[in-house]
DNA sequence: CCTTGCCCTAGAGTAATGTCTAGAGTTTAG
DNA sequence: CTAAACTCTAGACATTACTCTAGGGCAAGG
């Protein structure tokens, strides 16, 4: 039993438009072709699909996700050579996950003073800090604009 | 005391290129001039640019993120959209970092296969699997093109 | 003064990743 | 048998986010 890529489309919420274009990128080699040119999935196939998707979803380019697959095809001779380049795929969104879990603290700490019942008044006194920063410095007040067009 | 643009490029690690065209896209719309035309960078300007920073790498898109600079220019008044922004973009930042993490375990997976001592006997099982699959349907080999090439 | 190294803008160019259109062939339900 | 719905390719177009170039002005040291 094969899919068609419109099924294939549906299963894997990846876009026709988008899955022929990996193709023509040559992330989906394996994919076979019936008598009438058309594209034949076959279950192994869209594990495989999957393994991209993953890939894909973790940031990796596609220029990565090729080697991947080309070593796929090159059969177990390969297993090294996947291991090193998933270990460093790894390794990096890692250290991403890391740094987005740093700037959403820091975007909490924002909301925090944003919802604290005092938001309005801090927020006044960083607007004045600012400006005095910049009338010190002789320079325009840049909330000027609001105020002026009100 | 004010900053070049050159040094806010060394302090933010954002190039110099880009600042100018984050300044283009009406994200640094606080930035002031010198009398020739320089930018004059403050230290409020940094903060502020950090948070852009922040948000910039947590995925937030410059068009969002020129909201948030408006919603800030606008002063106490936009607390609360400020809020709605924030907490909207945080609910995503981290619905993706979950995905990520589960993706992330799925490539565990494939690595903990390949590092296994029976790696190349699971591998080429897999591989047969697929050659039997294709056959099954009446299609060409994906792995011919390889033993073919030798 | 003059050279060197900054700064500026406008706008062209690039890279990655799709997304869509045109034109043509295939399959399927009535 | 025909219309509707699907498939294909080639290639144009779109989007996002930079990155760079050209052409010119400003500033600081010798």
Redesign the pocket.
């Known amino acids: 039993m094969t899919y068609?890529?419109?099924?294939?489309?549906e299963k894997t919420e990846?876009?026709?438009?988008?899955?022929?274009?990996?193709?023509?990128?040559g992330l989906l080699p394996f994919?076979a072709?019936?008598?009438?040119?058309?594209?034949?999935f076959t279950d192994g196939d869209l594990s495989l699909i999957h393994t991209i998707s993953c890939l894909?979803n973790t940031?990796?380019?596609?220029?990565?996700?090729r080697r991947y697959i080309d070593y796929v095809m090159q059969g177990p001779a390969t297993i090294q050579q996947r291991i090193t380049l998933l270990s460093e795929h790894r390794k990096k969104v890692e250290a991403r996950q890391r740094k987005i879990a740093q700037n959403l603290q820091e975007i909490d700490y924002k909301l925090n003073v944003y919802q604290s019942p005092n938001a309005v008044a801090t927020v006044t006194k960083e607007q004045q800090f600012v400006q005095q920063e910049k009338t010190i410095n002789q320079l325009p007040n840049p909330y000027a604009k609001t105020i002026l067009s009100k």
């Open positions: 068609t890529i419109k099924e294939v489309s990846i876009s026709i438009y988008t899955l022929r274009f990996y193709d023509k990128q994919v072709r019936n008598s009438s040119g058309y594209r034949a894909k940031g990796m380019t596609i220029k990565d996700i």
